[in-house]
Protein backbone atom coordinates (compact mmCIF):
# COMPACT_ATOMS: atom_id res chain seq x y z
CA UNK A 1 0.00 0.00 0.00
CA UNK A 2 2.80 1.98 0.85
CA UNK A 3 4.25 1.85 -2.22
CA UNK A 4 1.24 2.68 -4.22
CA UNK A 5 1.08 5.54 -2.26
CA UNK A 6 4.51 6.67 -2.98
CA UNK A 7 3.68 5.75 -6.79
CA UNK A 8 1.30 8.19 -7.24
CA UNK A 9 2.53 10.93 -5.03
CA UNK A 10 5.84 11.50 -5.40
CA UNK A 11 6.05 11.22 -9.21
CA UNK A 12 3.86 14.27 -9.06
CA UNK A 13 5.74 15.85 -6.53
CA UNK A 14 9.38 15.41 -4.61
CA UNK A 15 10.92 12.45 -5.95
CA UNK A 16 13.31 12.25 -3.01
CA UNK A 17 10.55 12.70 -0.67
CA UNK A 18 9.78 8.50 -0.03
CA UNK A 19 7.46 6.85 2.71
CA UNK A 20 9.34 6.21 5.82
CA UNK A 21 7.57 3.44 7.93
CA UNK A 22 8.48 1.91 11.36
CA UNK A 23 6.25 -1.18 11.74
CA UNK A 24 6.19 -0.55 15.41
CA UNK A 25 4.05 2.29 15.82
CA UNK A 26 0.41 2.38 14.39
CA UNK A 27 0.05 2.76 10.80
CA UNK A 28 -2.44 5.99 11.78
CA UNK A 29 0.88 7.69 13.18
CA UNK A 30 2.95 6.57 10.05
CA UNK A 31 0.26 8.58 8.24
CA UNK A 32 0.66 11.46 10.17
CA UNK A 33 4.24 11.87 9.49
CA UNK A 34 3.90 11.05 5.91
CA UNK A 35 1.55 14.33 5.94
CA UNK A 36 4.05 16.37 7.93
CA UNK A 37 7.00 15.48 5.86
CA UNK A 38 4.87 16.63 2.46
CA UNK A 39 3.44 19.52 4.37
CA UNK A 40 0.52 18.99 4.67
CA UNK A 41 -0.50 19.54 8.65
CA UNK A 42 -3.13 21.93 8.78
CA UNK A 43 -1.77 24.46 10.65
CA UNK A 44 -3.39 27.73 10.28
CA UNK A 45 -0.61 29.48 7.87
CA UNK A 46 -1.94 26.46 5.97
CA UNK A 47 -5.47 27.16 6.54
CA UNK A 48 -5.24 30.98 5.31
CA UNK A 49 -3.49 29.59 2.08
CA UNK A 50 -6.16 27.69 1.06
CA UNK A 51 -8.74 30.40 2.07
CA UNK A 52 -9.92 29.21 4.94
CA UNK A 53 -11.07 31.81 7.44
CA UNK A 54 -9.38 31.50 10.91
CA UNK A 55 -9.73 33.52 14.15
CA UNK A 56 -6.28 34.09 14.57
CA UNK A 57 -2.70 32.46 13.37
CA UNK A 58 -1.50 32.61 16.56
CA UNK A 59 -0.09 29.65 17.84
CA UNK A 60 -2.74 27.74 20.18
CA UNK A 61 -0.10 26.41 22.43
CA UNK A 62 1.64 29.97 23.24
CA UNK A 63 0.12 32.53 21.70
CA UNK A 64 2.46 34.43 20.54
CA UNK A 65 3.92 33.51 17.56
CA UNK A 66 2.43 32.51 13.76
CA UNK A 67 1.08 28.88 13.91
CA UNK A 68 3.33 27.43 11.22
CA UNK A 69 4.77 23.67 11.26
CA UNK A 70 8.21 25.18 11.91
CA UNK A 71 7.13 27.01 14.75
CA UNK A 72 4.32 24.00 15.99
CA UNK A 73 7.22 21.39 16.05
CA UNK A 74 9.93 23.42 16.48
CA UNK A 75 10.25 27.03 18.64
CA UNK A 76 6.85 26.97 20.40
CA UNK A 77 8.22 27.29 23.93
CA UNK A 78 5.49 24.16 24.62
CA UNK A 79 7.06 22.26 22.48
CA UNK A 80 10.69 22.88 22.77
CA UNK A 81 9.76 22.01 26.69
CA UNK A 82 8.23 18.43 25.32
CA UNK A 83 11.31 17.66 23.55
CA UNK A 84 13.83 19.38 26.50
CA UNK A 85 11.98 16.62 28.66
CA UNK A 86 12.22 13.71 26.03
CA UNK A 87 15.67 14.43 25.15
CA UNK A 88 16.57 14.19 29.38
CA UNK A 89 14.32 10.94 30.00
CA UNK A 90 16.45 9.34 27.09
CA UNK A 91 19.79 10.88 28.81
CA UNK A 92 20.31 12.53 24.80
CA UNK A 93 22.32 15.83 24.63
CA UNK A 94 19.33 18.34 22.93
CA UNK A 95 20.71 19.90 20.26
CA UNK A 96 19.38 22.68 18.52
CA UNK A 97 16.49 21.36 16.53
CA UNK A 98 16.16 23.17 13.35
CA UNK A 99 15.26 20.81 10.75
CA UNK A 100 12.56 18.05 12.14
CA UNK A 101 13.01 16.59 8.66
CA UNK A 102 15.92 15.25 9.20
CA UNK A 103 14.52 13.86 13.07
CA UNK A 104 11.73 12.11 11.58
CA UNK A 105 13.84 10.80 8.60
CA UNK A 106 16.28 9.57 11.01
CA UNK A 107 19.09 11.06 9.22
CA UNK A 108 20.74 12.85 12.58
CA UNK A 109 20.27 10.95 15.72
CA UNK A 110 23.11 12.45 17.50
CA UNK A 111 24.37 10.71 20.36
CA UNK A 112 21.28 7.61 19.91
CA UNK A 113 23.22 4.00 19.72
CA UNK A 114 22.48 2.53 16.02
CA UNK A 115 20.76 -0.45 17.76
CA UNK A 116 18.04 2.33 19.06
CA UNK A 117 17.55 4.12 16.28
CA UNK A 118 14.12 2.64 15.53
CA UNK A 119 12.89 2.28 19.16
CA UNK A 120 14.05 6.24 18.96
CA UNK A 121 11.96 7.22 15.55
CA UNK A 122 9.32 5.53 17.74
CA UNK A 123 9.88 8.41 20.49
CA UNK A 124 10.26 11.13 17.22
CA UNK A 125 6.99 10.00 15.97
CA UNK A 126 5.23 9.52 18.65
CA UNK A 127 6.20 13.36 20.47
CA UNK A 128 5.40 14.79 16.86
CA UNK A 129 2.00 13.35 16.98
CA UNK A 130 0.99 13.61 20.65
CA UNK A 131 2.18 17.49 20.08
CA UNK A 132 -0.31 17.84 17.32
CA UNK A 133 -3.01 15.81 19.32
CA UNK A 134 -2.46 18.52 22.31
CA UNK A 135 -2.61 21.65 20.05
CA UNK A 136 -5.79 20.14 18.13
CA UNK A 137 -7.18 19.52 22.12
CA UNK A 138 -6.91 23.09 22.92
CA UNK A 139 -7.89 24.49 19.45
CA UNK A 140 -11.55 22.20 19.50
CA UNK A 141 -11.85 22.17 23.50
CA UNK A 142 -10.05 25.38 24.86
CA UNK A 143 -7.62 23.56 27.19
CA UNK A 144 -4.34 21.65 27.06
CA UNK A 145 -2.21 18.96 28.53
CA UNK A 146 0.83 20.36 30.80
CA UNK A 147 4.47 19.31 29.52
CA UNK A 148 4.62 16.53 32.05
CA UNK A 149 1.17 15.27 30.89
CA UNK A 150 2.31 15.40 27.74
CA UNK A 151 5.56 13.49 28.03
CA UNK A 152 3.71 11.16 30.15
CA UNK A 153 1.65 10.28 27.48
CA UNK A 154 4.79 10.04 24.72
CA UNK A 155 5.90 7.55 27.26
CA UNK A 156 3.13 5.01 27.38
CA UNK A 157 2.46 5.62 24.10
CA UNK A 158 5.68 4.46 22.91
CA UNK A 159 5.73 1.58 25.55
CA UNK A 160 2.43 -0.02 24.49
CA UNK A 161 3.31 0.08 20.95
CA UNK A 162 6.34 -1.05 21.05
CA UNK A 163 6.01 -3.57 23.43
CA UNK A 164 2.75 -4.94 21.39
CA UNK A 165 4.64 -4.83 18.27
CA UNK A 166 7.49 -6.40 18.73
CA UNK A 167 8.00 -10.63 20.59
CA UNK A 168 11.48 -9.45 21.26
CA UNK A 169 10.50 -5.91 23.36
CA UNK A 170 11.03 -7.52 27.01
CA UNK A 171 11.16 -4.29 28.95
CA UNK A 172 8.81 -3.70 31.88
CA UNK A 173 7.14 -0.23 32.40
CA UNK A 174 9.70 0.55 35.53
CA UNK A 175 12.55 -0.22 33.28
CA UNK A 176 11.47 1.55 30.42
CA UNK A 177 10.79 4.95 32.55
CA UNK A 178 13.82 4.70 34.33
CA UNK A 179 16.10 3.72 31.62
CA UNK A 180 14.90 3.29 28.22
CA UNK A 181 18.19 3.04 26.06
CA UNK A 182 18.84 0.06 27.77
CA UNK A 183 17.18 -2.59 25.98
CA UNK A 184 19.65 -5.03 26.30
CA UNK A 185 20.57 -7.45 23.07
CA UNK A 186 22.18 -4.40 20.61
CA UNK A 187 19.46 -6.35 17.78
CA UNK A 188 16.81 -3.87 18.99
CA UNK A 189 16.79 -2.71 15.43
CA UNK A 190 15.14 -6.21 14.76
CA UNK A 191 12.27 -5.56 16.89
CA UNK A 192 9.93 -6.60 13.78
CA UNK A 193 6.81 -8.46 14.58
CA UNK A 194 6.32 -12.00 15.37
Request: proline share 4%; with cysteine; hydrophobic share 40%.
Amino acid sequence: MAALIDNVTISRSNVSAKTIRNNLIPQKIGIFIWRFLKGRIAVKTELVKRGIDVDTVLCPLCDKATETLDHSFLSCDFTKAVWAGIHQWWQVALTPLTNLEDILRGVRYGSIPLHLTRVWQVITWTTCYLIWKNRNYKVFNGDSWSTSKTICEIQVKAFEWIRNRSKKFHKDWLQWLLNPTDLGAPDTNNLDPG
